[in-house]
């Protein structure tokens, strides 16, 4: 009797050693992944890092002389007039905004297991993961409700918007023939000059008319409209002609520490944005102070447990740019200023568990079971 209980108690015993290493193998098995030393042997993903678009805007704003600037003063009584052609350029608007880049020092391979979940990995993009056994539907919905809610989430891109050489012309056709038959610069000015006159005249008629020889209300706006429209054509010959556009330019960095003015680019009042290499710009600098968060303190035979899936707890950064007329002010999270650690590996041993990463930030948004 005591032989068959001690065999039975053997048997037990190794049924349950043998469902144990069972469990063992069915564990997600997460380790980190370096391509030039180690052997692929799984599945792969990255987490974020933080990247840095300084979204810089230029204006240029083109200035031309009217034809009749000396005579401004004679016929207009104003000396606020245009006497040079010029294009200056100056900083109109900076953005601070972030995305994220696959972090290379980030990057872990998970062992296949047709037992876990490990095979159905969600990507958002360069290989940084998005979920685990999270449905691509369902991650679009999480991924859009977390980007609504910080403005740094943008895709951005440069662009000119050069204005037609029209814009900074002037408008011949508006003269009357008394003007366009002048024979003399200062005779053409005199004309022209009346002309104004003679449709402020007309716009005082206008406004001074009785009520029942007045034009109706639409009628009367048009006719308003029309006058001041010719009046700012005829004006623009004394005080000459201003137009503008902009161009836009991102700069992105990934800062690994504190940056202390950190020249990023320049800005010329004759050329625009230029390189920060070209000394001949006044600089525009970016300055990056972190809160950096260090890993707590781990028990050292925990260490040796199997890992599960890797996180990013992230920092945060103060971010300031500035040129010598312009500066703008944010604070965003930053992925590589914080640490990474891993979950449970028993966590991800049931097939259901559903694991939803936040792609630009590398946190864990949401742990379903």
């Not at 070209?278 to 199997?306: F, H």
Request: net charge negative; aromatic share 8%; hydrophobic share 35%.
């Amino acid at each position: 009797m005591k032989t068959f209980n001690l065999a039975t108690r053997y048997l037990l015993l190794t049924t349950i050693y043998c469902a144990l290493c069972i469990n063992l193998k069915a564990q997600t098995s997460v380790t980190p992944f370096d391509a030039s030393k180690d052997h692929l042997n799984g599945i792969t993903y990255s987490l974020p890092k933080t990247e840095l678009n300084i979204v810089i805007t230029a204006r240029c704003t083109i200035e031309k002389p009217g034809p009749f600037y000396q005579y401004a003063e004679r016929y207009l009584a104003t000396k606020d007039i245009i006497t040079i052609n010029n294009e200056t350029w100056q900083i109109d608007n900076i953005e601070i905004k972030s995305s994220a880049i696959a972090d290379p020092n980030r990057t872990f391979q998970v062992a296949i297991d047709n037992k876990g979940i490990a095979n159905n990995i969600t990507y958002a993009h360069d290989n940084i993961i998005a979920g685990v056994n999270v449905l691509s539907d369902r991650l679009d919905e999480s991924d859009k409700s977390d980007k609504s809610d910080n403005s740094q989430f943008s895709i951005f891109s440069s662009k000119a918007q050069r204005p037609s050489v029209l814009n900074s012309q002037f408008n011949y056709s508006v003269l009357n023939e008394d003007a366009l038959v002048a024979t003399s610069i200062p005779k053409m000015a005199e004309m022209v000059a009346r002309q104004i006159y003679h449709i402020r005249e007309s716009r005082t008629a206008l406004l001074s008319a009785d009520l029942d020889q007045m034009p109706d209300g639409e009628a009367l706006k048009t006719m308003l409209a029309q006058l001041d429209k010719e009046e700012a054509e005829l004006v623009a010959f004394f005080v000459g002609k201003s137009t503008s556009y902009t161009i836009t330019k991102t700069y992105s960095i990934s800062p690994d520490d504190d940056l202390k003015d950190h020249v990023i680019a320049r800005i010329s009042s004759a050329e625009g944005l230029i390189d920060a290499s070209n000394v001949i710009g006044e600089p525009i600098y970016l300055n990056v102070e972190g809160t950096y968060i260090n890993a707590p303190l781990t028990d050292p035979k925990k260490e040796k447990a199997p890992k599960g899936f890797y996180y990013n707890v992230p920092g945060k950064a103060k971010i300031t740019v500035e040129s010598h007329d312009f500066a703008t002010q944010t604070t965003l999270p930053i992925a590589q200023f914080g640490y990474t650690t891993y979950l449970n590996a028993q966590l991800t041993n049931n097939k259901t568990a559903r694991i939803t990463f936040n792609p630009e930030l590398g946190t864990i948004l949401k742990i379903e079971k």
